[in-house]
């Protein structure tokens, strides 16, 4: 893989805001930049998405059709579901050529890398825990194809209220113990995570191995991405 960019948390609304216009400008570029071989978005790039097999919501439309660019171009584009996405998985029984994956990724970039959006990797966070088990289930699966889409999509906008209003939390970095040593047993040797909306590094040594925790910061807030290229792992901010 010679160049990959991780982006996460755009919590895209109206086509007419400016988080959404310097997306569409970022993706622009990024059909350019032939060096480029992956894109991977670790969840929450809208502030809700449901993955209706052939309806696509206006402000879905332009982004979405970006996205479809890149692939075409041979981009391999991976989206991890957050917790604002909804049963995308099922798009790609209807040729959707994104690879939408629900739970995480393990990716070889110098080391093995632990890829998820984040947001279940406290797992004494039970009200969050609750709720996605409540979301995200089959039965409710099952109501997603049956119900008429503007009541999935109403549905998909509340929980997405509440769950950014009443149940999102702060980072606390001593919650990652767990997690860290978990991932070292599965021969982890770091992780990229988004939720959380800071733009951080985080070293641990565990029993004299380092385990690195990238965390992307939100595009919503500071325009923030991360690079691999030539072996490398960095940040970069996007500007006009």
């Given at each position: 893989?010679?160049?990959?960019?991780?982006?996460?948390?755009?919590?895209?609304?109206?086509?007419?805001?400016?988080?959404?216009?310097?997306?569409?400008?970022?993706?622009k570029?990024?059909?350019k930049?032939?060096?480029?071989?992956?894109?991977?978005?670790?969840?929450?790039?809208?502030?809700?998405?449901?993955?209706?097999?052939?309806?696509?919501?206006?402000?879905?439309?332009?982004?979405?059709?970006?996205?479809?660019?890149?692939?075409?171009?041979?981009?391999?584009?991976?989206?991890?579901?957050?917790?604002?996405?909804f049963?995308?998985?099922?798009?790609?029984?209807?040729?959707?050529?994104?690879?939408?994956?629900?739970?995480?990724?393990?990716?070889?970039?110098?080391?093995?890398?632990?890829?998820?959006?984040?947001?279940?990797?406290?797992k004494?966070?039970?009200?969050?825990?609750?709720?996605?088990?409540?979301i995200?289930?089959?039965?409710?699966?099952l109501?997603?194809?049956?119900?008429?889409?503007?009541?999935?999509?109403?549905?998909?906008?509340?929980?997405s209220?509440?769950?950014?209003?009443?149940?999102?939390?702060?980072?606390?970095?001593?919650?990652?113990?767990?997690?860290?040593?978990?991932?070292?047993?599965?021969?982890?040797s770091?992780?990229?995570l988004?939720?959380?909306h800071?733009?951080?590094?985080?070293?641990?040594?565990?029993?004299?191995?380092?385990?690195?925790?990238?965390?992307?910061?939100?595009?919503?807030?500071d325009?923030?991405?991360?690079?691999?290229?030539?072996?490398?792992?960095?940040f970069?901010?996007?500007?006009?």
């Amino acid at each position: 893989m010679r160049k990959a960019i991780f982006i996460a948390d755009a919590h895209l609304k109206s086509p007419y805001s400016q988080e959404y216009v310097d997306l569409v400008d970022f993706l622009k570029i990024l059909i350019k930049d032939d060096h480029l071989s992956a894109l991977f978005i670790l969840g929450d790039f809208f502030d809700f998405f449901v993955g209706f097999p052939h309806i696509v919501f206006y402000e879905h439309l332009e982004v979405m059709g970006l996205l479809k660019e890149l692939e075409k171009k041979g981009i391999s584009i991976f989206y991890l579901e957050g917790n604002h996405d909804f049963f995308l998985k099922k798009l790609n029984k209807y040729g959707c050529k994104i690879n939408f994956i629900s739970d995480y990724l393990a990716l070889n970039i110098n080391g093995k890398f632990y890829l998820s959006h984040g947001d279940l990797i406290y797992k004494r966070n039970y009200s969050h825990r609750i709720m996605t088990f409540f979301i995200k289930n089959r039965i409710t699966n099952l109501f997603s194809y049956i119900l008429p889409p503007h009541l999935v999509y109403h549905f998909a906008h509340l929980v997405s209220r509440f769950s950014r209003e009443r149940i999102r939390e702060d980072f606390n970095e001593n919650q990652l113990d767990n997690f860290v040593e978990k991932a070292l047993k599965d021969n982890y040797s770091g992780a990229i995570l988004g939720h959380f909306h800071k733009k951080t590094v985080i070293r641990r040594n565990h029993n004299d191995k380092i385990f690195t925790v990238y965390l992307l910061g939100s595009w919503q807030i500071d325009r923030s991405y991360l690079v691999y290229e030539n072996g490398n792992l960095f940040f970069e901010t996007f500007k006009k």
